[in-house]
């Protein structure tokens, strides 16, 4: 199972960005799909999750901001980003909780990390 991301870039105060992400491989399910992000000397916070089927979750600096959703027939998850700040500059990492084809039968998730995006906003 892959994780892999894109759209990552720099961007003035106030500009946009949109990230995807497809998870491959053998995938049985996947039970949620999200965005982390990590700036330097950070520890990685999320920035917006959805569970398979459920509802989104943003965090708070997020809100308003950020819009995450999932295509369930091609396993991705984009997140869009308006009214990028500086302190949006960071890291950013798909997530994906997933029950590959070997785990079926107990439907257990691992969880799975992209190789991460670099987004920079300058000021």
């Known amino acids: 199972v892959q994780l892999v991301e894109s759209g990552g870039g720099s961007v003035q105060d106030g500009g946009s960005l949109r990230l995807s992400c497809q998870v491959t491989?053998?995938?049985?399910?996947?039970?949620?799909m999200g965005w982390y992000r990590q700036a330097p000397g950070e520890q990685r916070e999320l920035v917006a999750l959805?569970?398979?089927?459920?509802?989104?979750n943003y965090a708070d600096y997020a809100k308003g901001r950020v819009t995450i959703s999932r295509d369930y027939g091609r396993n991705t998850a984009d997140l869009q980003m308006n009214g990028l700040k500086p302190d949006d500059t960071a890291v950013y990492y798909c997530?994906?909780?997933?029950?590959?084809?070997?785990?079926?039968?107990?439907?257990?998730?691992?969880?799975?990390w992209g190789q991460g995006d670099q987004v920079t906003v300058s000021s």
């Open positions: 491989g053998n995938i049985y399910r996947i039970k949620v």
């Open positions: 959805i569970p398979t089927g459920g509802s989104a």
């Open positions: 997530y994906a909780l997933v029950v590959d084809e070997y785990d079926r039968d107990l439907d257990v998730g691992c969880a799975r």
